[in-house]
């Protein structure tokens, strides 16, 4: 979970091939032809070749972003920071274009934070550490182990990691590459990163004027919808905490799911509630979001879809050149970006993504029709997003589905300044 976020600035467009994905739609149409029926014929698996893999994932278990107005709080130790010795590998951070990394505010401003024992807020920690080297050992047993696909060691030719610039993220991904590839590489390990101004792996309310314009109240308004304002209430004086205390389901959240995956000593109200606190958080977080309001997810996650996009697109057009392409994606995210992904697939289990999580996106040709599919699997369990005929979707009827939401980085700038221009022409 994270607060606020920052400015404008294009990044390097990505082509995406409006007509091959027609061409991919053709194909479709012809082999339906052939095959006497609507295309959706069994596919044999066996003739299925991995070219591609994709992995949206959150960080690991971190110390909460705020501590909850009350007298008697969780000591956070210094000690919880310890790195297992299996999780050290090296990197070095980038900016997108390979350059110095850049300034992170955000890890600034979580060092303003102290908690109570000498930690800041938003820490990786030890848990996180270990959950983030168990999501890179599943990928290797998946990619290495099970299907010879990605070579046992880091390749840089094979890999491309980005991830937002917070040091928790930074160190998720480290941890992930180390089990991954059990601490072996071949050349360098280079994160990529944004600035903050300009990052699309979270919804980026500074930079998209309109969005923050969109969502502006909804969260206040949120904790004072039938239902929500009533659970709120109950939580909070249980807590001893005063009615006037800003805090909401998501603060909460941050705080309970903090201190259960370190198993630290909570107050016996937020035990109590902790399974009504997720789901009045999720129903929080759904009523900002509003499913029903296509352009806000657009603007939340649009440019990040879009390179999704471009990546499977450009792995099944031929004339990419080779140095073009890797066999594998890593995105390090945030549950505020998982959660309107989920949505626009049509695959949002209800549920807060919990630490660790990722969402992984899977590329296969058919070595005989030569046709493309794409798999999702979401915390390990395969997913059949809304529109697809089942987990194995067509790789033209998996684009249609994205392109509801997808947004070019032009489109996501004229959109995102609209409401913006339209105040400042009525001098507001």
């Known amino acids: 979970m994270i607060t606020g976020v920052f400015g404008v600035r294009a990044w390097a467009r990505v082509g995406v091939l409006t007509s091959l994905a027609y061409c991919l739609h053709q194909r ?8 006497g029926g609507d295309g959706h014929h069994p596919v044999d698996r066996s003739l299925l070749q991995l070219k591609m893999v994709q992995v949206v994932y959150r960080h690991g278990a971190r110390s909460p972003l705020k501590p909850l107005p009350r007298e008697e709080q969780v000591e956070w130790s210094p000690q919880l920071l310890e790195v297992p010795p299996q999780t050290q590998f090296d990197y070095t951070v980038t900016n997108l274009a390979g350059g110095p990394k850049p300034h992170s505010p955000y890890d600034c401003q979580y060092r303003e934070t102290t908690l109570k024992g ?19 050992e599943r990928l290797r047993k998946n990619y290495v182990e099970d299907t010879p696909f990605l070579s046992p060691t880091f390749n840089p030719q094979e890999v491309f990691v980005r991830s937002t610039n917070m040091y928790r993220n930074l160190e998720s991904t480290r941890c992930l590459l180390a089990g991954l590839f059990q601490r072996q590489k071949e050349g360098p390990i280079i994160i990529h990163t944004d600035e903050a101004s300009s990052e699309v792996l979270y919804p980026n309310y500074q930079n998209c004027w309109r969005l923050r314009h969109r969502i502006r109240g909804r969260r206040q308004a949120a904790s004072l919808q039938p239902g929500i304002s009533e659970d709120l209430k109950k939580v909070k004086e249980g807590m001893g905490s005063d009615s006037s205390d800003e805090v909401d389901f998501l603060t909460l959240l941050d705080n309970v799911a903090a201190e259960q995956v370190h198993s630290l000593p909570s107050c016996p109200t937020l035990k109590r509630f902790a399974r009504m606190i997720e789901q009045r958080a999720v129903d929080t977080a759904l009523y900002i979001m509003q499913r029903e309001d296509r352009e806000s997810l657009q603007m939340a996650v649009g440019p990040f879809l879009h390179l999704l996009e471009s990546n499977l697109l450009k792995a099944v057009d031929p004339a990419t050149p080779p140095n073009k392409l890797r066999k594998l994606y890593l995105y390090a995210a945030h549950d505020v970006t998982l959660m309107p992904l989920l949505l626009t697939l049509g695959i949002f289990d209800h549920k807060w993504p919990p ?3 990722d969402l992984t996106m899977e590329l296969y040709q058919h070595q005989e029709s030569k046709e493309w599919f794409v798999q999702l699997y979401y915390h390990g369990e395969e997913q059949v997003p809304t529109g697809c005929p089942d987990g194995l979707c067509p790789l033209d009827q998996f684009l249609n589905i994205m392109s509801a939401y997808t947004l070019s980085p032009e489109k996501y700038h004229t959109l995102c300044s609209q409401a913006q221009a339209m105040e400042l022409g009525n001098g507001e």
Request: charged fraction near 10%; aromatic fraction near 10%; hydrophobic fraction near 55%.
């Open 355 to 357: 630490f660790a999580v």
């Open 118 to 136: 000498g930690m800041f807020a938003g820490q990786l920690t030890k848990v996180g550490m270990q959950q983030m080297y168990a999501l890179g």
């Open 28 to 35: 479709r149409v012809a082999l339906a032809k052939l095959q």
